[in-house]
C-alpha cells in the first residue's frame, strides 16, 4: 500500500494538464515545485504540442511514466523518447497492448502510432524518484492488465481506471469488470478521501467524492474484494 504521503512544501508538485488526440485523452506534466525536471504520463498524442508546453515551460523532461498501454494513451511516446533522450516505464502485463497498437489503430480508424520499447518495467509497491517527484505504484488491473495508478502527495494519476461518475470500460482486450472494481474499492479507496484523482479522460474527481456518489460502486457496494 502507499505511504499516504501529504503535499507539504517540500515535496509539492505543479501539474498541468493536456488534452490530446481524437479520444481526448488527458496527458500531465508533473514538477516539483522549485525544480526544472518534470515527468511526462500518458502522452496519447500531439507529441508536438506536448513538447511545445514543456519547452514553453522552461522545464527538463526526465521520464514517461505510462499507466497502461491503450492506444489513446501512447500515440506521443516515440517521439518524445527521441526528441528528449528519456525512458519509458510501464507495467510488464501491458506490453502485449502495446505490441499490439497497430492492430488496434486499424480497428478503431485512426493513425498507426510508432510503438516504442519499454526501458523499465513497473511493479506494484515501486517508488519512483525524479528530482523531487515522487510516485508510489499500484497496480490497478481491470480496464487492462497491467493499469497502474501512480500516488504523489495528495494526488492520484489513475489512468482509465475511475473517471468522475464513472468507471473505466472492460470490454477491450485483457479488461476485466470484477478485477476493476476490486481495484478501486481495494487499492483507489483506501487512500484518504481528499486525494485529488487525476483522470485518463474528464476533469478530475476525489476519492472521497467517487467513494460516496460514484453509481457504478455504489451498485456494488456489497460484493466482497479479496
Same mark, same amino acid.
Given at each position: ?70 492506444? =489513446?494513451?501512447? &500515440? !506521443?511516446?516515440? %517521439? ?13 502485463? /501491458? *506490453? ?74 472492460? =470490454?477491450?482486450? &485483457? !479488461?476485466?469488470? %470484477? ?13 484518504? /478521501? *481528499? ?32
Amino acid at each position: 500500500m502507499p505511504s499516504r504521503s501529504r503535499e507539504t512544501p517540500g515535496n509539492r508538485i505543479e501539474v498541468a494538464r493536456i488534452v490530446v488526440g481524437p479520444f481526448q485523452e488527458n496527458c500531465f506534466l508533473l514538477r516539483a515545485a522549485g525544480g526544472p525536471e518534470c515527468v511526462v504520463i500518458d502522452p496519447g498524442d500531439e507529441a508536438d504540442r506536448i513538447a511545445d508546453r514543456i519547452d514553453a515551460s522552461g522545464w527538463k523532461p526526465v521520464a514517461i511514466v505510462n499507466t497502461h498501454a491503450h492506444l =489513446d494513451h501512447i &500515440g !506521443g511516446i516515440q %517521439e518524445l523518447k527521441e526528441k528528449y533522450g528519456i525512458p519509458l516505464f510501464l507495467h510488464a502485463a /501491458d *506490453e502485449p497492448l502495446l505490441g499490439s497498437a497497430h492492430t488496434h489503430a486499424r480497428f478503431f480508424g485512426v493513425a498507426e502510432p510508432s510503438v516504442p520499447a519499454v526501458d523499465r518495467r513497473l511493479a506494484d509497491g515501486d517508488v519512483l524518484d525524479f528530482g523531487g517527484i515522487r510516485l508510489e505504484v499500484l497496480h490497478t488491473p481491470g480496464h487492462s492488465p497491467g493499469s497502474v495508478s501512480l500516488v504523489a502527495g495528495g494526488r492520484v494519476f489513475v489512468g482509465d481506471t475511475l473517471f468522475e461518475g464513472s468507471i473505466g470500460r472492460t =470490454d477491450l482486450p &485483457g !479488461g476485466s469488470h %470484477e478485477t476493476l472494481l476490486r481495484s478501486i474499492r481495494g487499492r483507489l479507496f483506501a487512500l484518504p /478521501d *481528499e486525494v485529488i484523482a487525476h483522470c485518463g479522460h474528464g476533469p478530475d474527481t476525489t476519492i472521497g467524492r467517487e467513494r460516496r456518489s460514484n453509481p457504478f460502486l455504489r451498485e456494488s457496494s456489497k460484493e466482497t474484494i479479496e
